[in-house]
């Protein structure tokens, strides 16, 4: 069921689209590389003010946006276009709860396989379906 409204939360809102919006291989390729990175990132630019060097502070944030990167310029292949961003804490929340549950939740379902399963080869020349703004 595909939610219109974040009503009933943003975690809800966001899981009743990811499968939709996660079918390409190559995002689903990128998003399986990607996210243990940004995760370890996550956790070394939090310890790094108690681990030792500024730099190391620094590399957790360039992992975490590196991939952000590459799984957003792989979205582009998907046939349905994730909804704008509502301004800039949205954009930090939605990213959060999909690097840290939401993608995680996707794998340990089997979602990730099931997707995996009936991507096609190769991708659409279709392109991304436009989305009504949530």
């Known amino acids: 069921m595909r939610h219109s409204s974040r009503d009933e939360g943003l975690l809800l809102w966001q899981w009743s689209r990811y499968p939709g919006a996660h079918r390409d291989r190559a995002n689903l390729l990128a998003h399986a590389l990607t996210v243990p990175f940004f995760v370890a990132g996550t956790v070394v630019l939090l310890a790094s003010p108690f681990l030792g060097p500024w730099w190391l502070g620094g590399g957790g944030l360039a992992a975490m946006v590196a991939a952000v990167l590459l799984q957003g310029r792989t979205h582009r292949r998907e046939r349905t276009a994730a909804p704008p961003f509502r301004g800039p804490a949205d954009v ?40 009504t703004p949530v």
Do not use: C
């Open 92 to 131: 930090l929340q939605r990213i959060l709860l999909e690097q840290w549950v939401t993608f995680p939740r996707f794998v340990l379902s089997g979602e990730f396989s099931r997707s995996w399963r009936s991507s096609p080869h190769e991708p659409s020349e279709a392109g991304p379906d436009p989305v």
